[in-house]
C-alpha cells in the first residue's frame, strides 16, 4: 500500500499564497498519477491536479494559471503551489495516487486508490 499525508494547509487572505506538501510512503514506486483534490462544505470533491509519470500536467480550469503541481521524486513528496488565492479555494484539500490512470480521466476522484487525510485551506 501507499500512505499519504498532506500539510500545508492554513489560513489566509484573499491574493496570498500556500503551498501544500504530500508526503508518500510505503510502495511509492509503482506510483504513476498524483493529483490534488478538493472538497468545500456541501459540494462535492473537484479534481484540481494532476501530474503524471512523464511530468504532464492537468489543472482544473479554476485553478489554471494560479496553482502549480510539481513532485520530488527522491523525497517521494508531491507539491502544490497556489497563488492568488480567492475566498471560493476554500476547501479541504487531499493528496490522491495511483499506478496508472485512463488517459482523460485524470481529474476523476473514482480513478485513485490511495488517498491522504487532507489539509483544511481559508481564504478570506
Known amino acids: 500500500d501507499v500512505q499519504l499525508v498532506e500539510s500545508g494547509g492554513g489560513s489566509v487572505q484573499a491574493g496570498e499564497s500556500l503551498r501544500l506538501s504530500c508526503a508518500a510512503s510505503g510502495r511509492t514506486r509503482g506510483v504513476g498519477c498524483m493529483a490534488w483534490f478538493r472538497q468545500a462544505p456541501g459540494k462535492e470533491l473537484e479534481g484540481v491536479a494532476v501530474?503524471?509519470?512523464?511530468?504532464?500536467?492537468t489543472y482544473a480550469e479554476s485553478v489554471s494559471g494560479r496553482f502549480t503541481i510539481s513532485r520530488d521524486n527522491a523525497k517521494n513528496t508531491l507539491y502544490l503551489q497556489m497563488n492568488s488565492l480567492k475566498p471560493e479555494d476554500t476547501a479541504m484539500y487531499y493528496c490522491?495516487?495511483?499506478?496508472?490512470?485512463?488517459?482523460?480521466?485524470?481529474?476523476?476522484?473514482?480513478?485513485?486508490?490511495?488517498w491522504g487525510q487532507g489539509t483544511q485551506v481559508t481564504v478570506s
Open positions: 490522491a495516487a495511483d499506478s496508472v490512470i485512463l488517459p482523460g480521466r485524470e481529474l476523476e476522484d473514482s480513478q485513485y486508490t490511495y
Open positions: 501530474i503524471v509519470s512523464d511530468d504532464r500536467t
